[in-house]
């Protein structure tokens, strides 16, 4: 299976090549073109109750697209975003697995399981939300973001503004805290923000979508 992002970084997609055989797993909006000949299949990922648990507790679709290839050759997919920006496409060596953001998992490999885990009152209130989507198996897993991606190696502490953490390794803790002092805090427009602290890598949007928001309604 053949996969790279073209368009990148500000409006990235993947393109995927699928020997015969070959099984590509995404959201269930994620397909933007694909060669007529391609099978596809939705399905609930683990069965009916972690379909569920994913939909209510990771913020992701409650079925996913099995895309399967079952010609004699070479046929192709094109996988996008809702938003604008770019996309990283990471390899899991049955080792390592990533906790990724509410409504970033885009696609993955078939050997990749998707999970949700527990996140803490303090990501809540980080508005990162209670549970994360976790990646984990062998396979590549593709993620995107709303603006560019920047990675980070953390070891020891890093502050990341509210919305902007994209996905990171699980060993990693959230803890939300005030920019400031109270009033530099609220005033200052920095609000609350999460401290990032232990050792391993993080990924950064560069935008976030409060952020549009807040800039749409201020010109209406």
């Not at 920095?190 to 602290?197: A, H, I, K, Y």
């Amino acid at each position: 299976m053949r996969i790279k992002t073209e368009g990148k970084p500000a409006f990235a997609y993947v393109m995927v090549e699928l020997e015969p055989g070959e099984t590509i797993i995404a959201e269930s909006d994620a397909m933007s073109s694909m060669s007529a000949e391609l099978d596809l299949d939705a399905k609930f990922n683990g069965g009916f109750f972690v379909g569920l648990a994913r939909k209510f507790f990771g913020g992701e679709s409650l079925f996913i697209n099995h895309f399967t290839n079952n010609t004699s050759k070479t046929l192709s997919l094109h996988l996008t975003q809702a938003t604008p920006g770019d996309i990283e496409i990471k390899e899991l060596d049955g080792t390592q697995s990533y906790c990724i953001q509410r409504g970033s998992y885009i696609a993955s490999e078939a050997g990749v399981k998707l999970g949700v885990k527990w996140a803490g009152l303090g990501s809540l209130i980080g508005g990162e939300g209670l549970f994360k989507l976790v990646v984990s198996g062998t396979g590549r897993v593709i993620f995107g973001a709303y603006g560019g991606i920047l990675e980070k190696e953390i070891d020891g502490e890093y502050i990341v503004d509210t919305g902007h953490l994209v996905a990171y390794e699980p060993g990693m803790k959230l803890k939300p805290q005030l920019s400031g002092g109270i009033f530099s805090s609220f005033f200052g427009g920095e609000g609350f923000v999460t401290r990032v602290e232990g050792k391993g890598k993080i990924y950064i949007q560069t935008r976030n979508l409060s952020g549009l928001v807040s800039w749409i309604n201020r010109q209406i």
